[in-house]
């Protein structure tokens, strides 16, 4: 069997005769080739003419930089569109749409002169973010920021003009020729128009807002959208393409379930039908935390679920994927970059890693092998050579159950799993007990503040219990009334805050981390706060209130990924702190010279990439060089970020999510806080 024969076949859910191997490279190399540190014996070479000097499969599902002409295929990648070489359709602006594009830095400033109003973007890929491994780039100004950018948007999509490139996509074809297989892109990257406005053309975090606000705008602009998708749908249908890579970027928190049900499914489901239809296989990118999406994936109507990146980067075990996909959906990908890098893999963890890998897909129909989301810039090579040297020996198939993997690896295997296990359970014990403490420590005194104040006053004066709901339910306008309610009725500001919407807040925070509660339910719940929280902070300041502990966050430099960030600020904001947020791509002679300026309680430091990561121990010598160490908590957290991590480099504390951010932050400053 060729490579691109073994691959289609294990896409349609055939046994091969051995498990597919297609390690993504594209990044890797951009990083390496950007620092100047690709290995001697690949100078020159492509990331094709590596792949294929190795024997392996050639990648080609999600399109990199590489695939592009030129800067006017990439220059509209701030609204998400792309011109890509494999494409079997190429789009074009239409309906009168002028653009008018500068260039400052590697950053684009686009704007669009349409007929109904002019929008602007800014994005791009800087130099700091190649070598950080990243293709995607930043946009660092999206679309839509006002209403009225709404119907500009909607302009836009409905008047873009799509044509067939199916020589241009067989010319590409026949470059791979059976050395791989090409999957061509849907739309857009986004699965759906709704994903498509959430992914591309609002602030990610904003989006939650808008989504719960605008309803309207975002029906309207929908719509338009849909046009162009339905434009791109047909177009590809009728086209020579073998797969189609239909959406990406799904995460259990930011594309939560019910929102993942109404939004994305009906699309993924439709590309699906008719792909599949005309023969075609689809595929759809899901690199996020499946954790909360098992089953709505597998029922997704697509084919392959690519890019899979199993624990310990997310929380679902590469077991659990094929025990629950393997009848339903092939799994690509399943080999997390963390285990291909030294700093959060030992050697002895990544051949574990492979022992239960084999063990747990037999007899290894449905998985293709691949590196998840991607081969990290800093994987150690020989590691991917180890992999496919150990497909070459274990990967026949059919496997079957404890035959391929040698007799003391069993041992092993299951040794590691219980310790795996027990390490996780000690720390996830270890945090647990030191939150659970402090949790029921707030609890306690809340409970007893919260009766003694309210049966000697609230509860005369108001009840407390109506500003509680208001704020879960995020309804910011009655949060408000009730709060000049109680006011009115001489309920003391302290108490309103304290008992009312600080325990209301940490109640969201512990149902986002149960998973009872969504991003946009702590969003909308901390805006609601934000609100209350400006009538009551000058009554707390007169009142002698001491200042409430300040923190400082930011992610780190090359490092575009905010929502994380953004909901740990709001919970810290939203449980009193008083917050100074840096933003994304912070480098670190910035977090050193603020926290010199703002004199901060706590700084804490978000990073998603594994290339990003290391800056945080960096910043935080720096911040002892400069002798802002003494009496400074540092806590981090991201999700490649762990416990042992964050030990590693030093930091005070470390949180798997916002939902037990407050009390980490509440533990660790203890007594400094005022009551
Ligand atoms: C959404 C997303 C994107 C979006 C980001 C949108 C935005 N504005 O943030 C976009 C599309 C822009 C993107 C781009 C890229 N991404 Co991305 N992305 C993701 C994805 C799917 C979800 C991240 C997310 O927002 N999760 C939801 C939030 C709520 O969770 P969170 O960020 O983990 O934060 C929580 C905790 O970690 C913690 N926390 C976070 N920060 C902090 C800070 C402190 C102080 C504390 C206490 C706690 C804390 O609390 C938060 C709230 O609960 C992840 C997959 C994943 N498993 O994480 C990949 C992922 C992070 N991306 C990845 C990659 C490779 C990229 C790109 C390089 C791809 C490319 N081809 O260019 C670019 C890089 C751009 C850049 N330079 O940063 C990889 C990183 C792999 C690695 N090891 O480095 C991942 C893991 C996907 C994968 N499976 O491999 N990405």
Redesign the pocket.
């Known amino acids: 069997m060729t490579h691109r024969d073994r691959i289609l076949a294990a896409m349609r859910g055939e046994m091969v005769d051995v498990i597919p191997f297609v390690p993504r490279l594209d990044?890797w190399w951009l990083a390496n080739a950007s620092r100047g540190t690709l290995p001697e014996e690949f100078a020159g070479m492509t990331t094709d003419d590596i792949a294929r000097s190795r024997g392996w499969a050639i990648y080609r599902m999600v399109p990199g930089l590489g695939d592009v002409a030129g800067i006017d295929d990439v220059l509209h990648r701030s609204i998400g569109l792309f011109n890509f070489k494999q494409s079997v359709h190429r789009w074009k602006l239409g309906g009168g749409v002028e653009v008018n594009a500068t260039d400052e830095d590697g950053m684009q400033i686009v704007e669009y002169h349409t007929p109904v109003g002019v929008a602007r973007t800014i994005g791009g890929v800087t130099e700091a973010?190649k070598k950080?491994?990243?293709?995607?780039g930043?946009v660092e100004e999206p679309m839509i920021k006002e209403p009225g950018d709404y119907a500009i948007a909607a302009y836009i999509f409905e008047n873009l003009e799509v044509a067939p490139a199916y020589e241009q996509h067989l010319e590409y074809m026949a470059g791979i020729g059976e050395d791989g297989v090409v999957a061509v892109n849907g739309a857009t990257l986004a699965a759906s128009p709704v994903h498509q406005i959430q992914?591309e053309l609002i602030d990610?975090t904003r989006f939650f807002y808008e989504y719960n606000d605008n309803q309207k705008l975002i029906r309207r602009l929908a719509e338009s959208i849909e046009v162009y998708f339905e434009k791109v749908l047909a177009t590809i249908a009728d086209s020579p393409a073998e797969v189609v890579l239909w959406g990406a970027?799904y995460?259990d928190?930011?594309t939560y379930p019910p929102y993942f049900e109404k939004e994305i499914l009906p699309w993924l489901r439709r590309a699906g039908e008719v792909l599949g239809a005309k023969g075609k296989i689809v595929a759809t990118h899901t690199?996020?935390?499946n954790a909360g999406l098992m089953d709505l994936i597998r029922d997704c109507g697509c084919h392959v679920a690519e890019?899979v990146?199993p624990y310990p980067?997310?929380k679902v075990k590469i077991d659990e994927y094929y025990a629950r996909w393997r009848d339903k959906i092939t799994i690509m990908g399943g080999i997390p970059?963390?285990v291909l890098m030294e700093e959060t893999a030992t050697e002895e963890e990544f051949e574990t890693y492979l022992d239960n890998l084999f063990a747990s897909v037999v007899p290894g129909d449905r998985i293709i092998l691949g590196t998840?989301?991607?081969t990290?810039p800093d994987a150690v090579f020989a590691r991917l050579d180890r992999i496919a040297e150990r497909v070459e020996r274990e990967g026949r198939l059919p496997l079957s159950a404890g035959k391929t993997v040698a007799g003391d690896r069993v041992a092993r295997t299951q040794a590691a799993a219980t310790a795996g296990a027990e390490k996780d359970a000690a720390v996830d014990g270890a945090t647990a007990t030191h939150l659970a403490g402090a949790r029921s420590a707030a609890e306690q005194s809340a409970g007893a503040r919260s009766t003694a104040g309210q049966s000697a006053e609230a509860q005369r004066a108001g009840d407390l219990t109506a500003v509680q709901e208001a704020l879960v339910d995020g309804d910011a306008e009655s949060l408000v009334k009730q709060v000049h309610a109680l006011l009115d009725e001489g309920v003391g500001a302290h108490e309103i805050l304290n008992d009312g919407m600080i325990t209301a807040m940490e109640s969201v925070g512990r149902r986002f981390q149960t998973g009872d509660a969504f991003?946009p339910d702590v969003l909308l719940s901390a805006r609601a706060m934000n609100e209350a929280l400006e009538i009551l902070e000058p009554l707390l300041a007169a009142g002698g209130a001491e200042a409430s502990a300040k923190v400082i966050?930011g992610t780190v430099e090359?490092?575009?990924?905010?929502?994380?960030?953004n909901?740990?600020a709001m919970m810290l904001r939203g449980a009193g702190f008083d917050i100074c947020d840096l933003g994304v791509n912070v480098a670190c002679e910035e977090f050193v010279r603020r926290v010199e300026k703002e004199k901060p309680d706590v700084v804490?430091?978000?990073a998603?990439?594994?290339?990003t990561m290391p800056s945080m121990g960096a910043i935080i010598d720096a911040l002892g060089e400069a002798g802002l160490r003494d009496g400074l908590k540092v806590?981090?957290?991201?999700?490649?970020i762990n416990q042992k991590f964050a030990d590693d480099i030093g930091a005070d504390g470390y949180?798997?999510?916002?939902g037990v951010?407050v009390e980490l932050a509440k533990s660790l400053l203890g007594s400094r806080l005022s009551s």
Request: aromatic residues 2%; charged residues 20%.
């Open positions: 990044l973010m950080a491994g990243s293709s995607l930043w992914k990610a970027n995460d928190t930011l690199d996020g935390e890019s990146t980067m997310t970059e963390s998840a989301d991607s990290p991003v966050i090359g490092d575009m990924h905010d929502i994380g960030k909901l740990v804490g430091i978000s998603l990439l594994t290339t806590i981090v957290g991201g999700a490649p949180a798997q999510d916002a951010v």
